[in-house]
C-alpha cells in the first residue's frame, strides 16, 4: 500500500477505471479540436467523479489548533439527508467508485452515520472514514459494514495523553489518547478485514495557524508507533503538516520553522527511522509522498502545476456548502463547482456538467495551486499530455487491477 497509495497513474489505468479516464480524456481531445476549428463544443459526457472526499458535517466535537478547516468548522450547514443520497446513487450510476467520510468536520457526529455507510456499502462503493476517533462507538457500528478493500484512519498526531490533550482540545472532558486507542482492539474483534490506521501529522516548533503557534510533536513519533503497534493499528502513517496560504490553499510551508530547515529534517528523519524498526509483518510505518519530498528537498517540483487540473473532474469534494474541485480548495468561492443538491437530479447534475466546465476552463491551477505541493502534480501533467497529444488514439495500457479505486 505504500508504494501504490499516491500511484494516481496506476489507479486510473485499473481495468475498473480505464473506461472512465479514456471518456474524459476523449472528450478534451475533442472539446481542443472543436474550439481550435471553431466548431460547436461536444457535449460534457454524463459522468460522475470516480472518487469523492464527502464532508458529512461541518460539525466537531475538538478545537485542535493546527486543524486545516478551521474557518468551516460548526457553521451550522448542513446537508439534506435525501438530496445527498440521491446525489451519491447517481454518481454510482455514472462511474463513481470510492467516497471518503473526511474532514470540515467530524463525520462520525453525523446523525444516523453508521446508516449512512450503511447505504454506501450498499451500492458497492470503497468506503473510507478519516475520523478524529472521539466517537470510537459510531466507528465500530460502521465497522460492520465495510470489507477488507475499505478503510478507517484516526487522526491522532501524539503519543501521550498529555500532548494529545493539547494539541486536540477535547469538548468531552473524559477523553483522551488512551480511551481513544482502546476502541481499536474492539474494532479489529467486530471486522478483522477492515484496516485501521493511526495517522500522525509532524508539526515543528514554529508552525503556524493564523498567528497560533502549533505543539511540536517530532519527539513523540516513536511514542505513537509504538502505541500505534500496541493497540492493533494496522499502520502509522507519518506525514508534514499543512498551513492554510493567505488565498486559502493547503500549502507545505516550512520556511516559518524556527529552526533551520535542514536540521528539521534531520530530526524528523532520525525519528521517522527509529519508527520504522518498529514495523511488523502486521504493522507498517507509512511515510507520506508529502513527508519525502520535504526530506529531499524538492517539494517545489511539485508546485509547478499545468494549467488545467484534470482532477477536478475524477475527484471532486461534496460538503454541506456546495461541490469543490479539490481538498486543498474546500470552501472557497473560486473552487466551487455546484451546490450541494450536486448530482441530486437532472437539473442538478446539468447544473454540475456547466460547473465543471466552467471551473476546467476558468481555474488556473499554474496560478491558484502555485504554493501546494500537489500529489496529483504528476498525474495532472500525464492527461495533459494525452489530451495534447496530436494522435487520436494515445495508448492508454491497462494496468493490474488493485481494487483500490481512492483518488
Ligand atoms: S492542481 Fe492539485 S492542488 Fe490544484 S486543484 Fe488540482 S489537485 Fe488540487
Request: proline share 5%.
Amino acid at each position: 500500500m505504500s508504494h501504490t497509495i499516491h500511484d494516481f497513474r496506476g489507479k486510473l489505468l485499473q481495468p475498473a477505471l480505464r473506461d472512465h479516464m479514456r471518456a474524459y480524456v476523449d472528450w478534451r481531445k475533442a472539446l481542443g479540436t472543436a474550439r481550435k476549428e471553431g466548431k460547436p463544443a461536444p457535449e460534457t459526457p454524463d459522468l460522475a467523479p470516480i472518487s469523492i472526499n464527502l464532508d458529512l458535517t461541518t460539525a466537531c466535537n475538538y478545537r485542535c489548533d493546527h486543524c486545516i478547516d478551521w474557518d468551516i468548522l460548526n457553521s451550522r450547514h448542513k446537508h439534506v439527508e435525501a438530496e445527498l443520497r440521491r446525489s451519491v446513487e447517481r454518481m454510482a450510476g455514472r462511474g463513481l467508485k470510492s467516497v471518503i467520510l473526511i474532514g470540515g468536520g467530524e463525520p462520525t457526529l453525523y446523525p444516523g452515520f453508521a446508516g449512512f455507510v450503511e447505504f454506501l456499502k450498499g451500492l458497492r462503493l470503497q468506503v473510507a472514514v478519516v475520523s478524529n476517533g472521539g466517537r470510537g462507538n459510531r466507528l465500530l457500528e460502521a465497522a460492520e459494514h465495510l470489507d477488507e478493500h475499505d478503510w478507517i484512519r484516526l487522526s491522532l498526531d501524539s503519543g501521550s495523553n498529555d500532548l494529545f490533550l493539547a494539541m486536540h482540545k477535547p469538548v468531552d472532558k473524559k477523553l483522551d489518547l488512551d480511551s481513544i486507542c482502546e476502541w481499536i482492539p474492539k474494532i479489529k474483534e467486530r471486522n478483522p478485514r477492515v484496516r485501521v490506521g493511526f495517522s500522525y501529522i509532524i508539526v515543528w516548533k514554529g508552525a503556524e495557524r493564523s498567528g497560533v503557534e502549533i505543539h511540536e510533536n517530532i519527539h513523540e513519533i516513536v511514542m505513537a508507533t509504538e502505541r500505534a503497534h500496541r493497540y492493533g493499528f494496522d499502520y502509522i502513517s507519518l506525514k508534514p503538516f499543512l498551513e492554510r496560504s493567505p488565498e486559502g490553499a493547503e500549502v507545505m510551508d516550512p520556511t516559518h520553522a524556527q529552526e533551520e530547515l535542514d536540521a528539521i529534517v534531520r530530526r524528523i528523519r532520525a525519528e521517522v527511522d527509529r519508527a520504522k524498526c518498529l514495523a511488523t509483518e502486521k504493522f507498517d510505518v507509512y511515510e507520506s509522498t508529502n513527508l519525502r519530498v520535504l526530506e529531499e528537498g524538492n517539494w517545489k517540483d511539485y508546485t509547478n502545476q499545468p494549467r488545467t487540473c484534470h482532477m477536478q473532474a475524477l475527484r471532486q469534494v461534496l460538503t454541506p456548502t456546495g461541490l469543490y474541485n479539490c481538498p486543498a480548495h474546500r470552501g472557497e468561492h473560486k473552487a466551487l463547482i455546484a451546490g450541494p443538491q450536486a448530482y441530486c437530479d437532472d437539473d442538478a447534475s446539468r447544473g454540475t456538467s456547466e460547473g465543471l466546465l466552467k471551473i476546467l476552463d476558468g481555474f488556473d491551477a499554474s496560478h491558484e495551486c502555485r504554493e501546494v505541493t500537489c500529489l496529483y502534480n504528476g498525474v495532472n501533467w500525464w492527461i495533459e499530455k494525452m489530451i495534447e497529444d496530436p494522435r487520436e488514439d494515445v495508448d492508454l495500457p491497462l494496468a493490474d487491477e488493485r481494487l483500490d479505486y481512492f483518488l
